[in-house]
């Protein structure tokens, strides 16, 4: 199995050598990664500027760090290296989870692997916990590759790792509340500033990716491109159906 991984803390993230030590045990790894941080840039590409593709080998691995975002490393990855089985994102220092999909680039490396044929999961975790005790994830990480791996009717996959799991849950997205929340203040001069910021939500519905991180279990979350809203689309065609 051909295995690109990628992610969107840059290529030095330990996240990134984390992942790979465990992907080693399931097939071919190549690590394509921005060359910095390029979290939160969501599923952005780069279109107006060439991009660069520089050898960077990481932890006994063969890697490139492209000046791009995660989109774009996988699309230029399976340009240069060819199109892997599989993109594995991550492991992204902090979690991705209900509305943060939206804005996530860990997501959108899974995503685009997605969108090119291929199929695409995306890890994320407490960033502690991969920073400075990711032993105790390893398990867990192996776990849910060896369930993931194997089923390739399921393209894309969102799933984020507890601080200590005890056990995993197939969740949905959780995004009836919305956690991000822009804080006026000012700067040393006196002027206004903004700063986008994230902060707890208290209530979490059961059987949501949320619910399941809160809990303590590894949370899977099956996507789908097709952002259509099904439900809707049809009762409006069954109401007005000339236009349909
Ligand atoms: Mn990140």
């Known amino acids: 199995m051909r295995i690109l991984i990628v992610n969107d803390d840059g290529v030095y993230s330990p996240g990134i050598a984390a992942l790979a030590s465990v992907a080693k045990e399931f097939g071919d790894v190549t690590i394509v990664?921005?060359?910095?941080?390029?979290?939160s840039t969501g599923h952005a590409v780069t279109h107006s500027r060439p991009l660069s593709y520089r050898r960077t080998?990481?932890?006994?691995f063969e890697a490139f760090r492209v000046d791009g975002t995660p989109a774009d490393c996988v699309a230029v990855g399976f340009t240069v290296a060819g199109k892997a089985d599989v993109v594995l994102s991550g492991i992204n220092l902090?979690?991705?989870?209900?509305?943060?999909?939206?804005h996530s680039g860990t997501l959108?490396?899974?995503?685009?692997?997605?969108?090119?044929?291929?199929?695409?999961i995306a890890l994320s975790a407490p960033a502690p916990v991969v920073e400075t005790s990711f032993d105790v994830l390893r398990p867990h990480v192996r776990r849910v590759l060896a369930t993931l791996l194997?089923?390739?009717?399921?393209?894309?996959?969102?799933?984020?790792?507890?601080?200590?799991?005890?056990?995993?849950?197939?969740?949905r997205q959780s995004?009836?509340?919305?956690?991000?929340?822009?804080?006026?203040?000012?700067?040393p001069m006196g002027r206004s500033h903004y700063w986008f910021a994230v902060f707890p939500i208290e209530e979490t519905e059961e059987g949501t990716?949320?619910?399941?991180?809160?809990?303590?279990?590894?949370?899977?979350?099956p996507l789908r491109l097709d952002l259509t809203d099904h439900e809707a689309l049809a009762a409006r065609q069954k109401k007005d159906p000339a236009r349909s």
């Open 33 to 39: 990664a921005p060359d910095v941080e390029r979290s």
């Open 150 to 171: 194997p089923e390739e009717n399921l393209t894309l996959v969102n799933v984020n790792f507890p601080a200590e799991p005890r056990g995993s849950l197939w969740t």
């Open 94 to 102: 902090g979690t991705n989870l209900g509305n943060s999909m939206w």
């Open 175 to 187: 995004v009836r509340h919305y956690d991000g929340k822009v804080v006026p203040s000012k700067d």
């Open 209 to 221: 990716d949320r619910w399941a991180a809160e809990h303590g279990y590894v949370s899977l979350t």
């Open 108 to 120: 959108a490396g899974a995503k685009q692997a997605a969108l090119m044929g291929s199929r695409g």
């Open 57 to 60: 080998p990481i932890a006994g």
